[in-house]
């Protein structure tokens, strides 16, 4: 079966598969924490509020692995 997303691009190279597998796991492990804390107390309410916490969580996510030394 063929993709409709094949393309000819080259295949990402060791490094680049290992950042994608490292951000991958970073924002399962995000989404996880965030819905665990969603029923405590100060967890937010609105839309909006999980809106904001959960786009926080992943850019830091995506931050932290494109400069994990800074």
């Given amino acids: 079966m063929i993709s409709k997303y094949t393309t000819n691009a080259r ?5 680049a598969r290992h950042h994608i597998a ?3 796991n970073l924002l399962l492990e995000e989404i996880d924490d965030f819905t665990a804390t969603l ?5 937010p309410v609105t839309p909006g509020e999980i809106h904001r916490d959960l786009k926080r969580r992943i850019e830091n996510a995506i931050d932290y692995t494109l400069n994990p030394t800074e």
């Avoid at 029923?39 to 967890?43: F, K, L, N, V």
């Fill in 11 to 15: 295949k990402p190279g060791k490094d």
């Fill in 39 to 43: 029923s405590g107390p100060g967890a």
């Fill in 22 to 24: 490292v951000l991958r």
